[in-house]
């Protein structure tokens, strides 16, 4: 048994996370942006880069989930502030403060997305691939670099290059899901770009993989070892909800209905999980099919 702390305790993956590490008798500390109410509650301010450090003594291991939704509003200048604040500023002062305690926990998994390539076209990027440009590859630089105060303190620093989530509960399922059940869906622009995705429940049984292999630091790539085009999604979506997914939203649409948020959507990477593959991790869902059949029916 072992004492980890989580950031972003009530998002997507990090409630999937806790309801996993408690169901297998691990002590949860959960770090809160609220005054904590509860027991086994930390306090953060991520956007003033505050950590109450003194509670995080005693933990064996961090993850660091919290970052303002990506896809949750329009990205006005206001708003992508606060998307690289919430992630650069929040790592910052979590990697600070492990740094320094007396005993610091043996590993932290640090938050980060597979947009750190950039948009990769046909292109295979495995870790080893250069990040790329624009707005989303430079938020995730700065990103890892954030958490470079944990791994120069001796924390073994797990970077979480995520991929598209998939579950019906949030991220792009729970938008996605409710179209295609109403016969609305459809290949979004081209629909050539490359959607690099993991099923929500391989995603945390690699954090929890993670958490133990203790011979692995730097990036690690969270995606299913079979990328598709978002064509070939859209085709395999349309066939498991029985409906048929006819439309095509053109790009100027998307970029009139999303604004510059279009372009992350239009963009896509075609990522591998090298390294979670070399350290003998094993898929539930490995492609797009058994991924979204299993999202579909998640409880
Ligand atoms: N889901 C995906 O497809 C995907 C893909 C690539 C990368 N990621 C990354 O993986 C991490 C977890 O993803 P997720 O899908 O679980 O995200 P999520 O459901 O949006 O949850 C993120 C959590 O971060 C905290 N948070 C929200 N706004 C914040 C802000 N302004 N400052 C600091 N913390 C804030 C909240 O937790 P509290 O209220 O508990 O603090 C929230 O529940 C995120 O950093 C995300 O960017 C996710």
């Not at 505050?50 to 919290?66: F, P, W």
């Not at 509003?73 to 492990?98: F, M, N, P």
Request: net charge neutral; with cysteine; proline share 6%.
């Amino acid at each position: 048994m072992s004492r980890v702390a989580v950031t972003g305790a009530s998002g997507l993956i990090g409630s999937a996370l806790v309801r996993s590490l408690g169901a297998d008798g691990h002590e949860v500390v959960r770090l809160v942006r609220r005054a904590p109410r509860a027991p086994g509650e930390v306090a953060w301010d991520p956007a003033r880069g505050h950590v109450d450090a003194a509670g995080l003594a005693g933990c064996d291991a961090v993850v660091h989930l919290a970052g303002a939704g990506i896809g949750d509003h329009r990205w006005t200048a206001a708003y992508k502030k606060e998307i690289r604040d919430s992630r650069v500023h929040g790592t910052g002062a979590l990697a600070e403060a492990l740094a320094s305690l007396d005993r610091p926990p043996r590993v932290l998994l640090s938050g980060s997305a597979i947009g750190i390539y950039g948009d990769t076209g046909e292109r295979v990027v495995d870790e080893d691939a250069p990040p790329g440009s624009g707005f989303l590859a430079e938020v995730c630089r700065d990103w890892e670099e954030a958490a470079g105060a944990a791994a120069e303190a001796g924390v073994r620093t797990v970077l979480l290059r995520t991929g598209l989530v998939l579950s019906r509960h949030g991220g792009l399922g729970a938008r996605l899901f409710p179209l295609f059940r109403l016969g609305l869906g459809g290949r979004l622009g081209g629909g050539g770009q490359y959607w690099s995705f993991i099923a929500l429940r391989d995603h945390v049984a690699a954090l929890r993989h993670l958490l133990d292999a203790a011979d692995v630091s730097g990036p690690v790539n969270l995606t299913a070892p079979h990328p598709v085009t978002n064509r070939e999604a859209t085709r395999v979506l349309g066939r498991a909800l029985r409906r048929p997914a006819p439309f095509a939203v053109p790009a100027p649409a998307l970029r009139l209905a999303l604004g510059e948020m279009a372009e992350d959507v239009l963009a896509g990477q075609r990522a591998v999980p090298r390294r979670l593959l070399e350290t003998g991790f094993s898929f539930a869902c490995p492609d797009f099919e058994s991924a979204a059949r299993a999202a579909l029916t998640e409880d």
